[in-house]
């Protein structure tokens, strides 16, 4: 299978398709590693080195996440950056997780009993894995998997396998048993028999929506991650009116509804500005999104590169074109050029438009004047996604109040919904998913209590 620059459609590299022998030889190493019972520090220093590796060939992956997904170098290397620390926290984790003691002579028939519940791999994982950040979110499968000593196998998407590959060959590198990791480039079919093969008890997909919840429902006994989509939105709040305070918040809401080209699941979708404050916001938005850098993701000044493919900025400007006919107004940007759509702020956009109430995966914001938090926070619930949001306040009550009444994931205070770090969970409530990552969160959750009494201690 060929792979193809979004940015201009030379062919960048080539990787073979799995077929149903290779599938089955992967399958079967990881089950037969089941109970391989790794020790902790074999596992914490395959994933430091691991980590170390890539932080060595930083520029060569960087490269690659360039080629193959057309994402500017600045941001491929902060996705490197990620990668690395990804892999460093699994690392430390390793060293640590482990149960607990629980005492058992708390009642009369528990004397000289005391169990001990150990945290244990659940089995084998299918890790399913996007186009958006064809190294960091098979990292963030793949370290956690390791760190708890499960066998991994992943399914890269499609379009950029290219990443998964490296990793892969960093991975067979460490002392780390054959089958522990494997990279299936594999057909959807074949996807759905390995997502329903009793072999792999845990499915951890991320991606679409739609795709996400199908595959949950044709495995119904197994246990299934999802981190898919959402409409991530940003509420500034009218305390937040220095000058200092509208800089910042301006600049972060034009670089995180663009960056990856607002291919990102918590890109700024929607920002809810308290009215008082709007046309100041909205015009130092519109003048900082202006001043990003688009073109060649391969020029070191690049912020905003092309969309994956042609159809995608094609879908994303049908979509600005419905809002215009509806009253939408286009304050800059709503031009495209073949795989790439201008950076694009719109105002006056009815709430059901699909740029606002679905996941526009573009370089597109809706900005709102609202004329209270409760205005913005009810708008920010109305939505049947809910990743993170992010609120622009200094006070300390209503960041409380954010995190008691958003019905998202997390709320990010003093800055974008799209704030992510690795040692923090991160995941989705309603249609955008259920689990947690995040290194330790996605360790909890790739494993369960397993209890072992001991009698006459
Ligand atoms: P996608 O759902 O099309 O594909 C994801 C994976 O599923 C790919 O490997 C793909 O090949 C596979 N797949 C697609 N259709 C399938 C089918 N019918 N049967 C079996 N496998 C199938 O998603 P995408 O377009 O690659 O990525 C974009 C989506 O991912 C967005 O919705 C984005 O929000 C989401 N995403 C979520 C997170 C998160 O952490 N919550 C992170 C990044 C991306």
């Given at each position: 299978m060929l792979v193809r620059s979004p940015?201009?459609?030379?062919?960048v590299g080539e990787v073979a398709l799995a077929d149903d022998e290779e599938v089955e030889r992967a399958v079967s190493a990881a089950h037969a590693l089941r109970?391989?019972?790794?020790?902790a520090h074999v596992l914490a220093g395959a994933l430091r080195q691991i980590s170390d590796e890539i932080a060595a060939r930083a520029d060569e992956a960087a490269a690659i996440l360039t080629a193959e997904s057309g994402k500017p170098v600045q941001w491929a290397k902060a996705e490197v950056a990620r990668a690395v620390s990804t892999f460093g926290w699994a690392a430390q984790e390793a060293r640590t997780f482990s149960g607990e003691l629980q005492r058992l002579d708390t009642d009369p028939g528990g004397v000289g009993r005391l169990a001990i519940a150990r945290r244990a791999p659940l089995g084998p994982i299918l890790g399913i894995t996007p186009f958006n950040f064809p190294l960091n979110l098979v990292a963030h499968k793949v370290a956690p998997a390791l760190a708890v000593g499960a066998p991994i196998i992943v399914k890269p998407a499609p379009r950029t396998p290219l990443a998964a590959r490296f990793l892969a060959e960093i991975v067979a590198?460490?002392?780390?048993?054959?089958?522990?990791f494997a990279v299936l480039n594999v057909s959807n079919e074949q996807t759905i028999a390995l997502v329903q093969d009793?072999?792999?008890?845990v499915v951890s997909f991320t991606g679409s929506v739609p795709v996400g919840w199908s595959i949950r429902d044709s495995a119904p006994r197994k246990k299934v991650i999802l981190e898919l989509g959402g409409n991530g939105a940003a509420v500034v709040c009218?305390?937040?009116?220095?000058e200092a305070d509208l800089d910042w918040a301006a600049s972060r809401i034009a670089t995180f509804s663009n960056y990856q080209a607002g291919q990102?699941?918590?890109?700024?979708q929607r920002v809810y500005v308290d009215r008082s404050l709007h046309d100041d916001l909205l015009q130092r938005i519109v003048a900082k999104t202006e001043a990003l850098g688009t073109g060649?993701?391969?020029?070191?000044?690049?912020?905003v590169g092309p969309l994956i493919d042609e159809d995608s900025a094609k879908r994303v400007e049908a979509w600005v074109e419905e809002a215009k006919a509806d009253g939408a107004r286009v304050a800059t940007g709503g031009v495209r050029s073949g795989t790439s759509y201008a950076p694009t702020v719109l105002t006056?956009?009815?709430?059901?438009?699909k740029v606002v109430?679905?996941?526009?995966?573009?370089?597109v914001v809706s900005v709102f004047a609202v004329d209270s938090t409760d205005e913005a926070f009810a708008k920010v619930n109305d939505s049947r996604f809910g990743l993170q949001t992010g609120v622009f306040t200094h006070d300390l009550q209503l960041a409380f109040r954010a995190g008691r009444e958003l019905e998202v994931g997390g709320v990010i205070v003093g800055d974008v919904p799209s704030y992510r770090a690795d040692q923090m969970p991160y995941g989705g409530v309603k249609d955008s998913g259920v689990g947690r990552e995040g290194v330790r969160s996605a360790m909890h959750d790739l494993t369960e209590e397993r209890v072992l009494v001991l009698t006459g201690v």
């Open positions: 940015y201009d459609g030379r062919v109970r391989a019972a790794i020790p590198k460490t002392d780390l048993p054959d089958g522990m009793p072999r792999l008890p009218a305390d937040w009116r220095s990102s699941c918590i890109s700024v060649d993701p391969a020029d070191a000044a690049t912020q006056n956009v009815p709430d059901n438009a109430a679905e996941e526009v995966f573009g370089p």
